[in-house]
């Protein structure tokens, strides 16, 4: 499916952004190769600046570009000469908000699969709006993640969810209908079976999962069901256990892993990484049920 990538206004972490080499201007970029189709990349409003100071070259910007500081609307300006055609600029009053907005031009433009940096933190109202527009791309038939560095947030539904081998951290569930049912967790510290949650008592915070929650299984993969209802999956890694598997994979990168370096002696981030210490979302399986 083809993946669209949103560099959204609020709180933001300067993570890797998997994009591919087109997007990259002649700058060094922090971002890394995104290893599959080129993926539709679009600033949001004061997300410019944030995609320019990565060297990321983004296809579309759009907003009424109230949260864009004064100081980068000469880099609007630029972008909107050098590129005409690819800046939406909207109205400060209307019913979507500008990443709503953003969505859909995605799905318009054949994009199933979403991608939000810059979505997490900041102002609350905004975070819960966000939140709920995974519900609404869920509806749409495509699949929405809220990424930062060290949280991922996505919406289940009706299907099987395998989360990433070797994936250790914190999973959380909660209901977004009044109940959903068929609950069956697997591979964690607190599993669950064909169990109903509602989203009145939040039983589903804080699981664990790690290398001894899923020993024995034969996907070597801890795993959520859900039957029926939506629900939201967070899943979550403390700041100490991102530099431990940084650490890791600089030690293997100066050794000459085949993984982590080019063959001009550079080291690259791992493929499948879209931040650190995070899983890429094509590293889920989902089986619809």
């Given at each position: 499916?083809?993946r669209a990538i949103?560099?959204?206004?609020g709180?933001?972490e300067?993570?890797?952004?998997?994009?591919?080499?087109k997007?990259?201007s002649l700058?060094?970029a922090?971002?890394?190769?995104?290893?599959?189709?080129d993926?539709?990349?679009?600033a949001v409003d004061g997300?410019?600046?944030?995609?320019?100071?990565?060297?990321i070259i983004?296809?579309l910007?759009?907003?009424?570009f109230?949260?864009?500081e004064d100081?980068?609307r000469p880099?609007?300006?630029e972008?909107d000469?050098?590129h005409?055609g690819c800046?939406?600029r909207l109205?400060?009053?209307?019913?979507?908000?500008d990443t709503?907005y953003?969505?859909?031009l995605?799905l318009?433009?054949?994009c199933r699969e979403?991608l939000?940096?810059?979505?997490?933190?900041?102002?609350?109202?905004?975070?819960?709006?966000n939140?709920?527009?995974l519900s609404w791309?869920?509806?749409?038939?495509?699949?929405g993640?809220l990424?930062?560095?060290?949280t991922?947030?996505a919406?289940?539904?009706?299907?099987?969810?395998l989360?990433?081998?070797?994936?250790e951290?914190t999973f959380s569930l909660?209901?977004?209908?009044?109940e959903?049912?068929?609950?069956t967790?697997e591979g964690m510290?607190?599993p669950?079976?064909e169990?109903?949650?509602t989203n009145?008592?939040?039983?589903?915070?804080s699981n664990?999962?790690?290398a001894?929650?899923?020993?024995?299984?034969?996907s070597?993969r801890?795993s959520?069901?859900?039957?029926q209802g939506?629900?939201?999956m967070?899943l979550?890694?403390?700041e100490?256990?991102i530099?431990?598997?940084?650490k890791?994979r600089a030690a293997?990168?100066?050794?000459?892993n085949?993984n982590?370096?080019?063959?001009?002696?550079?080291s690259f981030?791992?493929?499948g990484t879209?931040?650190?210490?995070?899983?890429d979302?094509s590293?889920?399986d989902?089986?619809?049920?």
């Amino acid at each position: 499916m083809r993946r669209a990538i949103l560099m959204c206004a609020g709180e933001y972490e300067p993570i890797p952004i998997p994009v591919g080499q087109k997007h990259k201007s002649l700058r060094s970029a922090e971002a890394f190769e995104y290893y599959g189709e080129d993926p539709l990349v679009v600033a949001v409003d004061g997300g410019l600046p944030r995609l320019l100071a990565q060297g990321i070259i983004p296809d579309l910007v759009l907003g009424d570009f109230d949260s864009l500081e004064d100081k980068f609307r000469p880099d609007l300006d630029e972008f909107d000469a050098v590129h005409p055609g690819c800046v939406f600029r909207l109205p400060c009053e209307k019913d979507d908000t500008d990443t709503v907005y953003a969505a859909r031009l995605c799905l318009e433009r054949g994009c199933r699969e979403i991608l939000f940096y810059g979505a997490l933190g900041g102002r609350l109202d905004h975070t819960v709006a966000n939140l709920q527009t995974l519900s609404w791309l869920k509806e749409e038939g495509a699949e929405g993640y809220l990424i930062g560095k060290t949280t991922l947030a996505a919406v289940i539904g009706s299907e099987k969810v395998l989360l990433p081998a070797g994936y250790e951290g914190t999973f959380s569930l909660f209901a977004l209908d009044r109940e959903v049912t068929g609950v069956t967790l697997e591979g964690m510290k607190y599993p669950l079976s064909e169990a109903a949650v509602t989203n009145t008592f939040p039983v589903g915070v804080s699981n664990e999962v790690n290398a001894d929650t899923v020993r024995g299984r034969d996907s070597g993969r801890a795993s959520v069901t859900i039957r029926q209802g939506l629900a939201l999956m967070i899943l979550e890694k403390s700041e100490s256990e991102i530099i431990r598997r940084e650490k890791r994979r600089a030690a293997q990168n100066s050794t000459g892993n085949s993984n982590g370096t080019a063959e001009n002696g550079k080291s690259f981030p791992e493929p499948g990484t879209a931040a650190p210490g995070m899983p890429d979302p094509s590293e889920f399986d989902r089986i619809r049920l």
